[in-house]
């Protein structure tokens, strides 16, 4: 018999999804018992059928028997140590991992930034014509030593500012190929006592 | 909820969090970082919980993560990639390594069925095939009315079995 033509509640209608949701609800036991015995009538006779109702049988058995993945130990500890933060304080708590891993895209730009910016002064300080502060306009009121100085102590500021980028950047790296950075803080302890409510089904 | 009740809480259904995720998104590692971020959730909404499912505000705020998380990184994900935790069970449920290995295969092939599924299809598949939820469960979980919940987790299970009968057709025959 093809799957069309089992015929639905009114006997009239005969589509392919009526015939899908009696099949299930044969696999899920919730046809009634009247329903029950005249689809095993014809689950007797019918072979297409038959497969059909395997096949479903098949995949909800498959799914139910998918192994239940369990939290690995790293993941238990983060949790602990976030169970262990809200006793502590009672506060708020901030993922310090997932934060980081969203600030770690902006800080890839920001990064890309500060380096262009002091290569872009570094490059204006050194190519500077070195007649330039002779222009300087007497009534200004500065002199040469004083705009001598104030150029060193921008050329070490841009310093400062440099390394802090080549950190920064450092700490983008890491952050983008070592991922799992923040987890060595995070104690590694395990309790293994788990409150594990039997699921029932309906 | 205080801090014992979200200890309590958080030991009750860290694993049932993290399996939703995984089997969602097909990927441990950012399974870890939702089932994290729905934990921190519900600590810092725990004044406004009373009366609340736990178990329905997890899996709709790991749902909601799951989506989010989907949607920024569309990466080439296998769960049997890196299954530490798989290799662990195999000594501990005594299983052959053939047996795990057929096993994997057919997980495998689970998860690319899964992951074809559109929303909310997948979730009402994992969370009543999987997780075993009740369909009143589902519907406290999603927020949806039983008969909705009953036609997606019909299309669901019809789209399983069209991916999966070649699979399985081989085993029936």
Redesign the interface.
Known sequence: MPPNSLNGRDGSRSDG?WF??RV?AYVDAELSADERVAFGRRLATDARLR?QV???E???L???A???????D???A??DA??ER??DS?L????L??AW?KFAGWSVGIAASILLLIFAGVLAVSNRPQNVVSHIAPETGYTQPEVDQALREVKFALAIVSEAGRHTGAAVMESVFE?DVGEASVPAVR?N?????P???? | MD??E???T???Y???V??FA??FLGD??E???V???V??RL??HHHNLDGVSAQAWLFRVARNSCIDVYRHTRLQRSVVSDD???ME?VAADSQSPDQWTE?QI??EH?QTALDSLSEPQRSI?ILR????????EICQALQLPMATVKVYL?RG??T??KQ??EI?AA??T
């Open positions: 999804s899908d949701e299930e497969a395997a096949l479903a098949q995949v909800s498959s799914l139910a998918t192994s239940q993945p369990v939290c690995p790293s993941l238990v983060r949790l976030i169970s809200a006793h009672g708020r708590v901030t993922p991992q997932t891993r991922s309790n006592s788990q409150d594990q409510t699921v029932n089904r309906q | 801090s014992t979200f200890e309590h958080v030991r009750r860290r694993d049932r993290y399996g995984v089997h441990r590692r399974a870890e970082d089932t994290q971020e934990f921190i600590w810092n530490e935790a798989g069970r096993q057919v997980e689970l598949v095939e999987i997780q075993g939820l009740k369909y009143d019909h299970r019809r399983l079995r999966l009968s399985y085993q029936l």
